[in-house]
């Protein structure tokens, strides 16, 4: 057996162990539009939440690859679960890829990159990702990654943020959120932010509004955001419907 497939068998076995384990009230959470949170503190136990964090920085350092044998094998237990938990690991990869670039010299210089990525393994934060614009057509926004309606105003120390998310998967379990809005540089034109912040911040409405059978316990609810305000450090600016390594 190949290095590599050791690697991924590791990543296998641990959702394998949780999917067996959460399959078991799956169908409860589902009738009960209830989150799991024990599900989320079992896989924080576990390390599961942090498998992306690089090894430098003494996580896994899972492949995407990796990630996706070993959510498959989670959601053959609990699709809901898998699903929520799938929005943490893309987020959390966008800002470990971030981190990458800075430590290459090619991304933006964020102080809070790296804080973030090593608080996921001492303090197990999870993040939600909810980007997806309502107001806006994903053909033209990429589901808001490189584009969206919600606007975004320069302020003293950063931005405010002002619109609406949907798909906020993981927001009932998040501590940090990641999402974008639309800024008007006066010198480089119409730019796409991307931001994270804590999901407690002033002016963070999550709207208990997810109620799809069969995939309830994900509560991908709308967000709202009434003037979030988001600091300089916790920023990216970029060319609005444009393609780069976040897009």
């Keep these: 057996m190949s290095e590599t497939t050791k690697r991924q068998k590791r990543f296998i076995d641990m959702a394998a162990k949780h999917a067996d384990d959460f399959k078991k009230r799956v169908a409860q959470h ?21 498998i992306v964090v690089p090894e430098e920085l003494g996580g896994a350092g899972a492949t995407p690859l990796e990630v996706a044998m070993a959510q498959e094998r989670l959601a053959y237990g609990d699709l809901p679960m898998a699903i929520a938990v799938n929005m943490h690991h893309v987020v959390l990869s966008i800002i470990a890829d971030l981190w990458r670039l800075d430590q290459q010299g090619k991304g933006p210089k964020l102080e809070a990159l790296e804080p973030l990525l090593k608080a996921t393994l001492k303090d197990k934060l999870i993040f939600g990702g909810p980007v997806s614009d309502p107001g806006m057509n994903s053909s033209v926004g990429f589901a808001g990654i490189n584009d969206t309606t919600r606007k975004a105003t320069r302020v003293d120390g950063g931005y405010l943020l002002k619109g609406k998310s949907g798909f906020g998967t993981m927001s009932a379990g998040a501590d940090y959120l990641l999402t974008t809005g639309s800024y008007q540089d006066p010198d480089k034109g119409s730019q796409c932010l991307l931001c994270f912040f804590p999901s407690a911040a002033d002016g963070v409405e999550i709207q208990s509004n997810w109620d799809t059978m069969s995939i309830r316990a994900s509560q991908s609810n709308d967000v709202v955001w009434n003037d979030v305000f988001v600091s300089d450090d916790a920023c990216v600016l970029r060319p609005a419907q444009s393609w780069d390594e976040l897009a």
Excluded: Q
Aim: aromatic share 10%; glycine share 4%; no cysteine.
């Design 30 to 50: 589902d009738e009960d539009s209830s989150f799991p949170h024990e599900n989320v503190e079992a896989m924080k136990e576990s390390g599961y939440t942090a």
